[in-house]
């Protein structure tokens, strides 16, 4: 059964930070592209990250420079840093599989997420 688990959210301060980790199970994602997605209260689902299976890395313009994706293909994780994070990061973020090697070729596979806030 394939699946991805997430972990690591939480209440933070503003200009904190959190590392979030994406657990992937039933498959080895060493040949896939990973990427990060979040949701908001009342808002669409917005793409955050996207690492390619060779390891180039894409971000959304709202994140760029204060977030990072990385990729554990020994461990078959997926981790996003977050810093300097700020009330509007407020969302439940998952994690998702590519259906290639790039972030091009769109998901196929989601977790059902962790929530983070951000909030004073």
């Known amino acids: 059964q394939l699946q991805l688990v997430e972990s ?3 209440l ?3 200009g904190g ?6 657990a992937a199970s039933g498959f080895t994602l060493d040949r896939f592209a990973m990427g990060w997605f ?5 808002k ?4 955050v990250a996207c690492i390619g299976s060779g390891g180039v890395a894409k971000y959304a313009h709202f994140v760029k420079g204060r977030f990072t994706i ?3 293909n020994a461990k078959n994780m997926v981790y996003l ?3 300097s994070l700020n009330p509007e990061d407020t969302a439940v973020y998952s994690c998702a599989k590519g259906s290639h090697h790039d ?4 998901m196929d596979l989601w977790g059902e997420g962790t929530l983070v806030t951000v909030s004073s």
């Open 8 to 10: 690591g959210g939480g």
């Open 38 to 42: 979040r949701q908001a209260p009342g």
């Open 12 to 14: 933070v301060q503003p």
């Open 44 to 47: 669409e689902r917005e793409g």
């Open 81 to 83: 840093q977050m810093n």
């Open 17 to 22: 930070s959190l590392r979030l980790s994406c």
């Open 103 to 106: 972030c091009a070729y769109g």
């Open 70 to 72: 990385s990729r554990d």
